[in-house]
Structures are given as structure tokens and as C-alpha cells.
């Protein structure tokens, strides 16, 4: 039987299991299993300069394509602690990665040795598993485990803790004949199919609200074929924004209280039945319960048997992966179609495009300082439908999300229920790691870009070009907001006079010198007509240098974008789109009635 160390077992099986890229920084604990990466070939690392943002390049690096699990490795301690944020963060949005942590040897991890924690215990709330392993020869069976654990239901996190001695202690392990472990997925059955599409046929106003398990289970295509078939209009919500085109006439829009679309609230206001695939009805999609479930209908499908119900109760849960169900959909609805028993929706999806023809938020501004919603117009205009955008959440994440445009599947990767401010960087570093050869643009506020903006070093050492969109109004724009309820305005503001950049006045940080102290390019801009040149200029700055290169657009300091605690009663707090030149970049421009 061959023997190696149990790390050189460990890294034999990260291969078979098809893991061709890991992010880390390593440490004194976590060096053999270094060593065992550099002689087994293979791996390509990328070194970040913290330990968080690691896990969030494997995060980034997961959601980009299908099969994907990033891997993050740290040492002892701190390493593993550092990436609690990353680990709580694809437990939300049911992301599969691996944290890999070095640990003090056992003989002496309760003896309070220098940097041994409990890493284990403290990771067991937001992982799928949490394993110290404490004899060498379960190594490759706790490895084996973690991915079927990772791809099994609803996927998720798992960190595998390994102490010293035992990442060097010489193991009998046979990799040639090493296999993964089947990967279990519960799967709806034709009578619960058959029933859901009874409710459905049965409806006047159908929706169909495809969420993040939609883009997980790489059922996009599918569930786009259920909605033509069906002639059902789809709401995507933020996590599964992208699984039917936003040009696609059967794309309702988002609904929500934060990330929606005028047209996307007013359908679902005026729908009486919906079908929930891989959503978890979060609270921003909601908003009120009472306004959201009253007078509907509720079919939903989820992968996690005890979601269903956990936020209400719907008339009807299946609980299966969405590409399973999606099948038997798509299977029913043919056969129904060819003995014409499904409905003519002409009139329902009708009024839905008249909506999302009318009911627009105005982007059209011409004001210096810029207003917000003018970026996301010119971004529209210079970014074409493959890009792949990359945001955490603030001010920005929702204006985005209101005004920017998703045709695919994995092409707007958000941290969804965490929200981490310094997810942005690392999580595009891993888009871009995974996918070179799309353009890769990163949206933040100016907040969220200071939280791990060393991570741009890790761009221009590994030479991974990207794009990142930063609207800078030196405030914390969101907790402004929200603190308006509280009549205060308190620890929100970040201005001062940076006695290095006089030229900035009250902006503070000079982004520009920092981003290229880093070895990264940067261009500022302060006037709207500068926004498209600025954002071709990117491009090619990207192209040449394989630098991320930013894009600091300098905002008004105070800018309320629409939201609210109800669907029904968002605040719109700008003017609204009256005129085709207010919204020209929407989906379905306004018509000038004059002509």
C-alpha cells in the first residue's frame, strides 16, 4: 500500500475531487500541508494578504461556475477565526467551500498552546461540518466526507481543522483507487408535481419567484422552459437574479422592499398564486408578511425539507433539488399542453410587460456632484450582457440592483443574507480567478472598499483584472438612511480634509493614491459625461495591465434610494421616470406619447 504524509493524502484528494485552485495565507501550523501542495503540483495558490479575504475569494471563486468549491487555507488561531465571516457567509447564501485551518499539535491544544483554539467548536454554527481531526489515518475520510457533505441538500461550508503532528505523520493511503462519495439530493415525485401545476392551471395571476437554488442547481434553462410553457411570469429574487433574462418578456422584475423594480412590487401585488423555487422568502424580498402572502396562493419547493414553512406556512412544500423538480415540470406541463389544458395567460402577461414599460425610477441626472443613479445608467451602457458583476450590500448593492442588468445565470454574485462589508475585492478576485476570460466588473461604496482594500495587491501580484465600480459620498449611506427613523444622523459620516489631497475637500481618502500604492490603476470621475470614457478606459486599463483598475465616480454626499418596510409602500424618495429621457437604459425604455 503506497504511504505518504496524511497532507500530501488530503492534497491527492482535493484533486479527485476536482479542485484546481485554493486562496490562503500560510503560517507556521499549516505548513506541511503547504509543503505537500507545492510537491503534489496541481493546485494553483493564490496568496491573499488576509485571511477573511481568502475566504471570500473562495466564495467569489464557487459561485462562478457550476461544480466550482473554492478552497481557503489558514494556520492556527487566528487564520481560522479570520474566516468565521466567510464561512457565515456562504452558509446563508448555501455556498460550498472548504476552509482548511493548521492546528497546535494535540498533545498540547488544551494546554492554551500559542495560537490553539477550539476552531471547531467555534465554526460548528455556520458549516454544514466542523471537524479537528486527531488521528492522522481518519485524514482521508473526513476529507471524502466534507465534499459529499458540501454537495449533498443544501449545499454549504465545511472546515477541516489539522494539527501539526498530524498533517506530518506518514499514512497507508491509495489514491489511484480513491473515489468521491455519492452526492445526495432529495427529488420531488410526479404526484407532488402534478398537484403544484393543478394549483397553478388553476390561478388567474401566476408568478413563479426563482430563487439562489435555481443557480445552484444549474436549472436556469429549465425553469425558463417551465415559464414559456406555462406562459407564468418570473420574479427572481436577488440571489436568483439572472436565472431568465431581464429582457425576457416573461421576467416580471424583482420584488422587494430593497432590491425591486416598480414593476416587479406592482405584479406581485396583483398576482393571486406563487410558485417558490430555491428561495427562502427572505425578509428584503418580503418585507410585511401580511402584505406578501394576503390573497395568494403559496407552492414551495426547496431543497432543505425544513425550510419549507419556516418563514410561513404555503398551501403546499415539496421538498426537492430545483433542477429535479424542474424536469417533472417541464415533463407535465408538455404533456398538458398537448391535451390543451393549460391556461392562455396573453392578457396576465400583457399587463405585466405594460408595467415594466411604465413604472420606472428616473436615472437621467445631470447634477455635479454626480447623483448615484446616473453611474448605473453609463454602466449599463458600457457593460455588455456577459458581464459578471460582483457586490456585497449598501446603498450601492440596492441602486444597483434596482437599475443594473443580469441576462445569466452567475453574472450578478452578491453576498446575500450576510452581507459583510470587504466582501466586494476578494469575492471578484475569485470571479475572476474562476473566470478569466469574462469581464468581471466589482461594485462598492466607499465604505465597504476601505474594509479589505489590501486585498487589491493580491490583483496585481497574481495579475487578476477586474473592474470595480467604487461611488464614493464619504458617508455610510445606508445606516444614514436607516437612522432617519431614529431622527439622528450619528457616527454615519466619514468626511474630513485628507492634508495630503487638498484637491479632495471633504472626501477624505484619496482612493487614487492608495488603489496605486497597491499596484493597481485608478481614475476618478466628478462630472456624468466622464462615466462612459472612464469605464472604456477601465476596460483597456484592465486588458493591458492585468490589474484590477477602479473607477471612483464622486457622489452628492446625501442620496436616499427608494425603499421601504412594505411592498406596497416603498418610499420613492427622486423623481420618478415621466419622460423617455429620464430611464433610457431601462429593460423596456418609456414610449413618447407625443409621437
Avoid at 497507508?172 to 393543478?198: G, H, M
Wanted: hydrophobic share 40%; glycine share 8%.
Amino acid at each position: 500500500m503506497p504511504r505518504m504524509t496524511a497532507a500530501r493524502a488530503a492534497v491527492e484528494i482535493l484533486k479527485r475531487e476536482g479542485v484546481t485552485d485554493a486562496f490562503g495565507v500560510p503560517g507556521a501550523a499549516i505548513n506541511p500541508f503547504y509543503k505537500a501542495l507545492e510537491q503534489a503540483g496541481g493546485i494553483d495558490h493564490t496568496l491573499a494578504r488576509h485571511v477573511e479575504g481568502a475566504s471570500h475569494m473562495a466564495e467569489g471563486y464557487t459561485r462562478t461556475k457550476v461544480g466550482n468549491i473554492g478552497v481557503c487555507i489558514g494556520t492556527s488561531g487566528p487564520a481560522g477565526t479570520d474566516m468565521i465571516t466567510g464561512l457565515y457567509s456562504a452558509t446563508g447564501d448555501s455556498i460550498p467551500i472548504l476552509c482548511i485551518t493548521g492546528q497546535a499539535p494535540t498533545a498540547v491544544i488544551h494546554k492554551e498552546d500559542f495560537q490553539a483554539v477550539d476552531i471547531a467548536s467555534i465554526a460548528k454554527p455556520v458549516t454544514k461540518a466542523a471537524t479537528t481531526v486527531l488521528e492522522a489515518a481518519q485524514v482521508p475520510g473526513v476529507f471524502q466526507q466534507a465534499f459529499h457533505l458540501m454537495r449533498s441538500g443544501r449545499p454549504g461550508p465545511v472546515l477541516i481543522d489539522l494539527p501539526i503532528d498530524v498533517q506530518l505523520t506518514e499514512i497507508e493511503f491509495d489514491i489511484e483507487t480513491y473515489e468521491p462519495l455519492p452526492v445526495y439530493k432529495p427529488s420531488a415525485t410526479r404526484a407532488q408535481i402534478a398537484k403544484a401545476l393543478t394549483l397553478l392551471t388553476g390561478s388567474e395571476r401566476p408568478l413563479i419567484v426563482a430563487g439562489g437554488g435555481v443557480i445552484n442547481a444549474d436549472a436556469s434553462d429549465l425553469l425558463v422552459e417551465f415559464a414559456e410553457l406555462t406562459g407564468t411570469p418570473v420574479v427572481p429574487t436577488l440571489m436568483g437574479w439572472g436565472t431568465i433574462p431581464d429582457d425576457h418578456d416573461l421576467n416580471a422584475g424583482m420584488v422587494g422592499i430593497q432590491t425591486s423594480h416598480r414593476y416587479g412590487n406592482e405584479t406581485f401585488l396583483a398576482s393571486d398564486f406563487v410558485l417558490g423555487i430555491g428561495n427562502r422568502w427572505a425578509n428584503r424580498h418580503t418585507g410585511a408578511l401580511d402584505v406578501y402572502t394576503e390573497g395568494r396562493t403559496f407552492v414551495h419547493v426547496d431543497i432543505e425539507p425544513t425550510q419549507i414553512g419556516k418563514i410561513f406556512a404555503p398551501d403546499y412544500g415539496i421538498a426537492s433539488d430545483a433542477k429535479d423538480a424542474l424536469k417533472l415540470f417541464v415533463e407535465v406541463a408538455k404533456e398538458l399542453k398537448a391535451e390543451g389544458r393549460l391556461p392562455d395567460r396573453t392578457e396576465w402577461i400583457a399587463s405585466v410587460l405594460e408595467r415594466k414599460g411604465t413604472l420606472h425610477r428616473r436615472t437621467h441626472f445631470d447634477n455635479v456632484p454626480l447623483k448615484p443613479q446616473r453611474v448605473y445608467e453609463e454602466m449599463n451602457r458600457a457593460f455588455g450582457a456577459d458581464t459578471r458583476y460582483v457586490t456585497t450590500i449598501g446603498l450601492s448593492q440596492i441602486a444597483g440592483a434596482q437599475m443594473l442588468h443580469v441576462y445569466r445565470p452567475r453574472h450578478w454574485i452578491n453576498c446575500g443574507q450576510a452581507g459583510p462589508l470587504g466582501w466586494t475585492i476578494p469575492a471578484a478576485l475569485g470571479v475572476a480567478k474562476a473566470d478569466p476570460d469574462t469581464t468581471v466588473v466589482a461594485l462598492s461604496g466607499d465604505y465597504d472598499f476601505q474594509f479589505m482594500l489590501e486585498e487589491l495587491a493580491v490583483g496585481a501580484q497574481h495579475k487578476i483584472p477586474y473592474v470595480h465600480v467604487l461611488v464614493n459620498n464619504a458617508y455610510l449611506g445606508l445606516i444614514r438612511q436607516a437612522q432617519r427613523n431614529l431622527d439622528i444622523n450619528f457616527q454615519v459620516n466619514l468626511e474630513f480634509e485628507n492634508i495630503n489631497s487638498p484637491e479632495l475637500g471633504v472626501y477624505g481618502v484619496d482612493h487614487v493614491k492608495v488603489v496605486e500604492g497597491l499596484g493597481c490603476k485608478a481614475i476618478r470621475v466628478t462630472e456624468p459625461d466622464q462615466l462612459l470614457p472612464a469605464f472604456e478606459e477601465a476596460k483597456k486599463l484592465a486588458a493591458e495591465y492585468r490589474v484590477p483598475v477602479v473607477v471612483e465616480a464622486v457622489l452628492e454626499r446625501i442620496t436616499n434610494i427608494s425603499m421601504g418596510v412594505r411592498i406596497d409602500k416603498v418610499n420613492e424618495w427622486e423623481e420618478l421616470a415621466t419622460e423617455p429621457g429620464h430611464a433610457p437604459t431601462e429593460i423596456k425604455p418609456l414610449v413618447d406619447k407625443a409621437v
